[in-house]
Structures are given as structure tokens and as C-alpha cells.
């Protein structure tokens, strides 16, 4: 169960914030797939934009939607990279 008392950060660039129109949205949860689903829900053009972003948990990459993600924790959605 999240702890709505210490939300998770997450951090939106480039076509991510574009379709949220903003740049961080705060949410309570407690694996980055209920993040992202709770981030979706309060911006809903997220939807299409979140399967080709890359996602990291306090820095370190991850694509684990049952990662755990502690409260307090960031989340920052990034765009797909080209090259190298």
C-alpha cells in the first residue's frame, strides 16, 4: 500500500511533458506500473507517449512495471535515445 504522506516525484521531459502539460506530477503508489497507470489517469494523452519512454527509479533505468518504488522516491520518464 502507498504512502500518500511522501508521494513519488515524477519527472517529465520532452513529449511526456508536452501531452501532460506540465512537469512533475506528484502520486502516491507503490510499483512504477501503478505510477505511471495513476499518472495516466490525471493526464490521460500520457497514455500514448509512456510505451516509448524510458523510465528511471532514483537514476538507475528500469522497465520492471512491478519494480518497487519507495515514497519520497523519483521517477523521471524519458524519451527514446537515438544513437550511441
Partial sequence: MADISRPVEVHLYAA????????????????LGEIL??????????????????TLVDGVATSDRQC???PGSR??????????
Fill in 75 to 84: 521517477v523521471d520518464v524519458l524519451p527514446p535515445f537515438a544513437g550511441g
Fill in 16 to 31: 511526456a511533458r508536452s501531452a501532460a502539460g506540465v512537469k512533475v506530477i506528484e502520486v502516491g503508489a507503490a510499483s
Fill in 37 to 54: 497507470s495513476a499518472a495516466t489517469a490525471l493526464h490521460p494523452g500520457l497514455g500514448q507517449v509512456l510505451e516509448r519512454c524510458s
Fill in 68 to 70: 518497487p518504488v519507495a
